[in-house]
């Protein structure tokens, strides 16, 4: 794909059928996606309950904190457990979410980094959330206290640190395109690609790794492990996953969106969150446009209504060649 490595013209872009910024915000987000039904996903709060409401598989719920007042009662809802995770309903980028993996002999607990964090830590840090601190134009915001994932080994040597998520775009229901995102030492243990993450195009078919990008350049192994990428990353229970994105469009009313989906050892599949402008960057890892994708499912997709299993089965019948 010379369009990755060298100059190209838009022309050359066009050609090889990648979606640009202006073609995804007008043609696709703004056009696919009603105003109303974005709360569905950027509150996610609310699409934690819309997940529930049709079933579809996400970490449980423990509690919410809403006001200033409420912040007494944390440690009632999180009593007897050990693990949770604390984010803001209205947050992004990870900012703001605190995970801890247990309970320390001082009456703190202990964070995903094996440090004591002290309940007063956590009192403050739940009144920056509801200040806005972490949150979409710093508007007053919601604590939510959730259920944590218990992360699978089948990745083990394929990220460093953080925790690896399956990427699927999903467009009036049916599967388009899927990534994986990585996370390594130059990305801090995020998986956020522009910060050195590496980005695993996924065979929508199979789940398979189809090559993996780092920095705009295609990698063969992971830079921190070493461990080949593109032969042996293979996403298990794949079809979970791609019904679980699908389902995203019965609970949200969106026709464009980004599933992102992480894999827990005991509960499979878990939606963790829906993004309504999802990034474009998951063509680079793919090789691949988005818009040539698109329009063969514009064309091919009839007014029938079906379910997600069945727009699933649509997907991979259609993309079964890459
Ligand atoms: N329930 C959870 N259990 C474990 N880790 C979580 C959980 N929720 C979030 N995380 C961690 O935080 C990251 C960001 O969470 P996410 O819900 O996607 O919020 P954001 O909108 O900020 O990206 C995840 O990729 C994961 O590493
Ligand atoms: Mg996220």
């Known amino acids: 794909m010379s369009w990755l490595k060298g100059w190209v013209t838009p022309g050359d872009l066009r050609a090889a059928g990648v979606l640009g910024m202006n073609e995804r915000n007008y043609g696709y987000i703004l056009k696919e996606n009603k105003r109303r039904n974005f709360k569905n996903v950027d509150d996610k709060l609310i699409t934690k309950q819309l997940a529930h409401r049709f079933g579809v598989s996400s970490p449980g719920f423990i509690g919410l904190i809403s006001c200033q007042y409420e912040i007494r009662k944390f440690e009632e809802l999180v009593a007897g457990r050990n693990e949770f995770v604390i984010k803001p309903t209205r947050g992004s980028g990870g900012r703001g979410i605190v995970v801890i993996k247990g309970r320390s002999d001082s009456g703190g607990y202990i964070g995903s980094n094996g440090k004591v964090v002290p309940l007063s830590y956590i009192r403050e840090h739940l009144s920056n959330i509801l200040s806005g601190l972490y949150s979409l134009g710093g508007a007053p915001d919601k604590a939510l206290i959730e259920e944590c994932v ?26 388009v395109m899927a990534m994986m995102r990585l ?140």
């Open 183 to 322: 996370s390594t030492a130059a990305s801090g243990g995020r998986a956020n690609l522009h910060q050195g993450a590496v980005g695993v195009g996924i065979s929508l078919s199979s789940g398979r790794a189809r090559r993996a990008v780092m920095n705009g350049r295609i990698v063969e192994k992971h830079p921190d492990t070493g461990r080949d990428l593109c032969k042996e990353l293979v996403v298990p229970r794949w079809r979970e996953h791609l019904n679980i994105a699908a389902g995203g469009y019965e609970m949200t009313g969106l026709g464009y969106f980004g599933a992102d989906i992480v894999l827990d050892r005991k509960r499979g599949p878990m939606l963790l969150e829906l993004n309504a402008r999802p990034g474009l960057a998951i063509q680079i890892a793919n090789g691949e446009g988005l818009g040539r994708r698109l329009e063969r499912l514009k064309s091919g997709i009839s007014g029938l209504e079906l379910s997600p299993a069945e727009r699933v089965d649509f997907s991979l019948k259609l993309f079964s060649s890459d």
């Open 150 to 175: 218990e992360f699978t080994d089948a990745f083990d040597g394929f990220s460093y640190q953080g925790v690896p998520d399956v990427r699927i775009i999903v467009f009036r229901g049916y599967p």
